[in-house]
């Protein structure tokens, strides 16, 4: 048997985990400095190399009391031995622990509770976004104590970048044995910007022992307003009372902001139609049994029945690019301040199919007609245009692009849509009797529309495909299960290869 | 210049004897050079060892103080070859490279300069890029030692045994004719810690000196006879010279009580992993002190046999522990004991995986697995206990998405690559060899771009295969880094040369960008110290290159796309070339941001950039992300219930190249983008015309506004 040494406790191990640009070098160098200061023996190692380019980086530190004796440290974190992990970010969080660095008895974790999506997130045609509460919640279970507010923000807003927070965060988790002056000593030290870290230091310190309450989340979605001469108002009011006191409660809020969207689009007329079109459903909604199904069909006609209507034709956009409202938020995004002059420039890029779009339907229908026609307009059309909306020229083109609101329902682009719509709606309409769920996710297809031009054309090819197997999925009571797998897929990949393969598994399923 | 700064920490290169040095492993290396008299240093950088470049290239002044030449060699094997300064002269000299990938380059010069031996010291300090955060293929450079006879030396990682090691290199380089490779690994080379300095040293002779009067001897140089009797004396002189040294020097080190009846023997490099897994079983403390027999080879080439037999003597068994693979320690050892009949059991391999790094827990694992079953004595209750299995989250795997690296913002190649995804949508897909350098990112998404990747500046060479008559030709991209590698004489020339009819993409972003932005003979920067605005078109041309395009604006992507198309569709035979150029934005910004900001603190006009996207006109359907990747073009889900989807959204780190805006245009994406110029310190004319237009546009929105209904946002 030979001497056993207690395992040394002195030793305080540290994990930074960040991506790439977002300065962990620098966090690590502070608390070096920080422990050299208190009298610790520091040591620091990292692994950028080409992570540093917007990958997941680590960096590792140990510190232990200074006796005059070199410690013999280690290079890397071992899981199940590390005393504080540092997350610049919530998803590297999650990665600390798929580490196994944070663990239940003597880890503190301290992340930022902000996301940076991944480009797999991001390029996903649907919402790739990954859940973010599955990960605080593990986080929770898994360190010895949690610390996780948006430090991102409050370096934002303080005009600093998120290391200084994150230093703030750790000070005020008190996981390491140095007083509060010591790190800022720290910040001030290292000079440049300064006042800023130090700001954010002090808001992420303060915010560990009250963390900022939560957004409030989409619960409660406010009444859409609406603005506009007072006669038009009191119209639009009366429309809003008689379709609220003939739609059930669960439907109320998701017409409300339905019929808002569609007026907004085009006009009171347009929002009698959806009214008529919504009530259409309800009726067929109830005879289908819909009331022991919290009227799913009419609520989600309600939204997507909105959507379709407010399709994206050039008047749309024109009209978009134009409106005050518009000036003020892309001012305030900007953080252009009042001396500063603003300047901004569109990037369109119509072409002649959209064009012909926003011409009445006969011409329009005339000039599709002459192949010869459309090859000599084309080139005038189909190349981009950089529109300084700000400017005079370019403001009043788009303006009358958008004052041809009054003539839309002319237009061939109108006449398009009305009657995909119709086809869409009829499709639901006549499958509620039968298969209440599968109309239902027949309306929710209309989800796979979307874009401008290609991506639009792409959207409408994804939907008839999704819809084309609604004949096979009709008689089986599982059949709304499988459309909205189907939707699911299409919403996967912009070519749609994983929804050929849904597509193929629903051809074998046995009847 | 490079992308990090080392002015400041340089300082304490000058630093005396007796003093305390506290910074970066890298530094340190450096600082031990000047220790140790070096005449001259040259590299090619790459991390982990990129820093030791940057630091020497910020260092020069200091350097000429002491009389040091450095060369930013165009190519390992330009470093490598520079050391034959110490083929006839007593003159030290040191070549530094990320390794395994510099090694293979330099291997033609390191052969020949360890085949004819060296006078002064020649030390070649490799950054081992092995394990977590290498960015190349795992391999050894053990094996080059072998080959070329070279010796190796891989210290315990600290800074203090680290700066040992390169005196001891320079000494054992002189004592056996004989070059010596310093390998740190990569956590090495970033590690914080200290050491206590000595005295700069000038070179013993100068490199001015040398070249006033010269000596040469043919017995040093590589050619038969002299390279037969080479090898001969790498046998029976060198090498014995070698191992008196290491061990009269005692370079290898024996630690604990030698009476134990087992022993861990270990490369340097992996001591401190061993002693944390000892430390966590209870058998060393803070300072490494263990009664657990060591023997820790900061010298892993050549092996010292009578030293490993007497460590083994006695011993029932001991554990080898070697990173990486082919085993050529264990193997070695294993010879060792068998030819002496030794009862020794053998471990190492096995208790530790053959293949990859050995983390902290591997190393955990693998020692007590070894105390287990050979020396259950040793452990306490708790050691000899198996271990509970950590808990593991198998849900997080599923949710937690995979960050590798990528462009980073306003990255002059993005819209390369998104005018190629664009040029694949008309033409199909291509054929396309890669290269070294951030374009490799091309390989992940969104592009999806690229099939091989066969070395540095290789990427066109890799297509020669493809020299045939076919309905699509294929394309190879290179980096300019690449290109002045390698890429000249094995891409160009050889594309030239065999009338190779593909497409050669060269990326020019004015630096070695992936390496940390190094200056390079295309750069665009005044260099005070080097020759750099050498186009790399007239390199072309130069070489016989007659179908050569230059863009320099890469995020003009209907121009990319176009000249694309061309190159793949001309009827014009031979290689044609497409020199992209636009400057790195990781550096532009480094260069530029402190000069705008204090134009607009003077009070100066000052246009600054930046794009959006309008919430209300983007459907959320992200096509511009999968042409795109960048960081700052993200998406947001909007409070609205009648939308599923998150839409685009431009973060405030957006640097306004304009890549987002050209693909919407040129990819017929959507109008959701916009570019938002913002003018500090407007002249009178911006605000007299500011006015003008704001009254023009308030004047026909009210108007419009009184006219209809319209949600309030």
């Known amino acids: 048997m030979t001497r056993t040494f207690s395992e040394d406790r002195d030793i305080i191990k540290l994990a930074i985990l960040a991506i790439g640009g977002q300065g962990g070098g620098v966090l690590a160098d502070w608390v070096v400095h920080l422990a050299e200061a208190n009298g610790y023996y520091a040591q620091a190692t990292s692994v950028p190399g080409v992570a540093q380019r917007t990958g997941a980086t680590i960096y590792y530190l140990e510190l232990v009391p200074d006796k005059g004796r070199t410690p013999v440290l280690s290079l890397m974190p071992a899981p199940g031995d590390v005393d504080v992990v540092i997350a610049a970010e919530l998803m590297e969080a999650g990665r600390a622990i798929m580490r196994g660095l944070v663990t239940p008895n003597r880890t503190t974790l301290i992340a930022s509770a902000h996301r940076a999506y991944a480009v797999s997130e991001k390029m996903a045609p649907g919402d790739g976004i990954a859940d973010a509460s599955k990960v605080l919640d593990i986080a929770r279970q898994a360190s010895h104590r949690l610390i996780a507010f948006d430090m991102e923000s409050i370096a934002t807003r303080s005009g600093s970048v998120i290391s200084a927070s994150l230093f703030g965060a750790l000070a005020g988790s008190r996981a390491l044995p140095f007083p509060r002056e010591s790190f800022e000593e720290t910040i001030r030290a290292g000079g440049k910007g300064m006042e800023a870290s130090l700001k954010a230091f002090s808001v992420a310190f303060d915010a560990v022992s009250a963390p900022p309450p939560p957004r409030p989340g989409p619960e409660a979605p406010s009444v859409p307003a609406m603005r506009g001469p007072p006669e038009l108002l009191a119209e639009y009011e009366k429309l809003t009372d008689a379709l609220l006191a003939d739609l059930p409660p669960g439907v109320k809020s998701m017409a409300m902001a339905g019929l808002a969207k569609v007026v907004d689009f085009q006009d009171l007329e347009y929002g009698r139609d959806y009214a008529y079109r919504l009530r259409k459903m309800l009726a067929l909604d109830e005879d289908s049994g819909g009331a022991a199904r919290d009227y799913a069909l009419t609520r989600e006609t309600a939204k997507y029945l909105a959507n379709a209507m407010c399709y994206d034709d050039i008047i749309r956009v024109a009209d978009a690019k134009t409106r005050g409202s518009r000036f003020a938020r892309v001012r305030e995004e900007m953080k252009a301040s009042d001396e500063q002059v603003l300047t901004v420039t569109e990037f369109m890029h119509p072409r002649l199919r959209e064009v012909l779009g926003s011409l009445p339907t006969g011409l329009a229908r005339w000039i599709e007609s002459k192949p010869g026609l459309c090859r000599i307009l084309n080139p005038l059309f189909d190349r981009g245009r950089h529109a300084r909306t700000d400017g005079f020229a370019w403001f009043s083109l788009l303006y009358g692009l958008a004052g041809m609101r009054g003539m839309r329902r002319k237009l061939l682009r109108h006449e398009v849509e009305s009657a995909h719509i119709a086809q869409w709606l009829a499709e639901a309409e006549r499958l509620a009797p039968r298969n209440y769920d599968l109309a239902v996710e027949v309306i929710r297809c209309r989800r796979l529309i979307k874009g401008y031009s290609d991506t639009h054309e792409r959207g409408q090819s994804k939907f008839d495909r999704v819809l084309s197997a609604v004949p096979l999925l009709e008689p089986r009571e599982d059949g709304a299960q499988w459309l909205k797998r189907l939707r699911e897929a299409a919403l996967l990949d912009e070519e749609g290869t994983a929804l050929d393969g849904a597509l193929k598994t629903v051809a074998t399923l046995e009847a | ?713």
């Open chain 2, 1 to 713: 210049m490079a992308e990090r700064s080392f002015a400041k920490e340089v300082q304490q290169l000058k630093i005396g004897a007796g003093e305390e040095f506290r910074g970066e492993g890298i530094l340190a290396v450096t600082k031990a050079l000047l220790e140790n008299g070096v005449g001259y240093v040259a590299g090619y950088q790459g991390a982990p060892i990129s820093h030791l470049m940057d630091v020497l290239a910020d260092a020069e002044d200091i350097l000429e103080e002491l009389g040091v030449h450095f060369e930013a060699s165009a190519s390992e094997a330009a470093a490598a070859a520079t050391l034959a300064a110490s083929v006839h002269y007593p003159i030290r000299g040191a070549a530094t490279w990320k390794s395994t990938v510099g090694t293979n380059v330099a291997s033609d010069a390191l052969a020949n300069l360890a085949s004819g031996g060296v006078l002064g010291g020649a030390l070649i300090i490799v950054g081992e890029d092995y394990g977590e955060g290498s960015s190349i293929m795992q391999e050894r450079s053990h094996a080059f030692a072998m080959k070329s006879q070279i010796w190796l030396l891989d210290p315990r990682p600290n800074l203090e045994c680290i700066v040992k090691a390169v005196r001891d290199g320079f000494e054992l380089s002189e004592a056996s004719n004989t070059p010596v490779m310093l390998e740190i690994r990569i956590r090495s080379c970033h590690l914080h810690g200290r050491f206590i300095a000595r005295d700069n040293q000038r070179p013993a002779m100068s490199l001015k000196e040398a070249l006033e009067s010269p000596r040469r001897a043919t017995e040093r140089i590589v050619l038969p006879p002299a390279s037969f009797m080479h090898e001969q004396e790498k046998i029976k002189q060198r090498w014995p010279a070698a191992v008196d040294f290491i061990k009269s020097r005692k370079l290898n080190e024996f630690m604990g009580d030698d009476r134990g009846r087992i022993g861990i023997v270990m490369q340097g490099g992996m001591y401190n992993g061993v002693i944390r897994a000892l430390q966590r079983l209870g058998l060393a403390d803070l300072y490494g002190d263990t009664e657990v027999p060591l023997y820790v080879l900061n010298v892993t080439y050549p092996l010292i046999d009578d030293e490993f037999l007497s460590f083994c003597k006695d011993k029932d068994a001991v554990l080898i522990v070697e990173e990486g693979q082919p085993d050529y320690l264990e193997q070695a050892f294993g010879a060792m004991l068998y030819k002496a009949g030794a009862r020794t059991k053998l471990t190492g391999k096995g208790y530790l995986p053959m293949a990859g790094e050995y983390t902290g827990q591997v190393m955990f694992d693998g020692v007590s697995r070894f105390f287990r079953e050979h020396a259950p004595e040793y452990l306490s209750d708790r050691g000899r206990a198996p271990n509970a299995p950590p808990v593991s989250y198998p849900e997080l795997a599923k949710t937690v998405p995979m960050r590798p690296p990528g462009f980073c913002t306003g990255c002059p190649e993005r819209p390369i690559f998104a005018a190629m995804k664009l040029v694949e949508k008309k033409l199909g897909p291509h054929h396309v060899g890669a290269d070294i350098g951030c374009h490799l990112f091309s390989i992940m998404p969104p592009f999806n771009i690229g099939a091989t990747t066969m070395g540095y500046g290789l990427g066109p060479a890799s297509n020669s295969a493809f020299n045939v008559e076919a309905g699509k030709r294929p394309i190879a991209v290179m980096g300019d880094g690449g290109f002045w590698h390698n890429g000249l004489a094995s891409g160009v020339g050889n594309a030239v040369f065999n009338k190779q009819d593909g497409v050669v993409l060269v990326v020019d972003n004015h630096y070695s960008a992936a390496t940390g932005g190094q200056d390079i003979l295309s750069s665009r920067a005044d260099n005070k110290r080097r020759s750099t605005k050498h186009p790399i078109e007239d390199a072309i041309r130069g070489l016989g290159g007659t179908w050569v395009k230059r863009i320099d604006r890469t995020y003009d992507v209907g121009k990319m796309r176009d000249a694309l198309t061309e190159a793949l569709t001309t009827a014009e035979k031979g290689p044609k070339f497409i020199v992209a150029s636009s400057e790195c934005m990781l550096n532009r910004q480094r260069r530029e941001k402190p000069l705008v900001a204090k134009a607009i603190g003077d009070g100066k006009r000052m246009v600054k950039s930046r794009f959006g996207v309008d919430e209300d006109v983007c459907t959320g359907d992200h096509a511009c992300i999968r042409l795109s990747g960048c960081p700052s073009l993200s998406v947001k889900k909007l409070d609205d219930p009648l939308r599923d989807d998150p839409v685009a959204a431009i973060d405030n780190n957006c640097v306004g190249c304009g890549n987002c805006g050209e693909v919407a245009d040129a990819a017929v994406l959507c109008p959701s983008f916009y570019r938002a110029d913002i003018i500090h310190n407007p002249n009178w004319l911006d605000r007299t015309l500011a006015r003008w237009r704001a009254k023009f546009v308030t004047w026909l929105q009210a108007r419009r506004s009184a006219r209809r209904l319209a949600l309030t946002s």
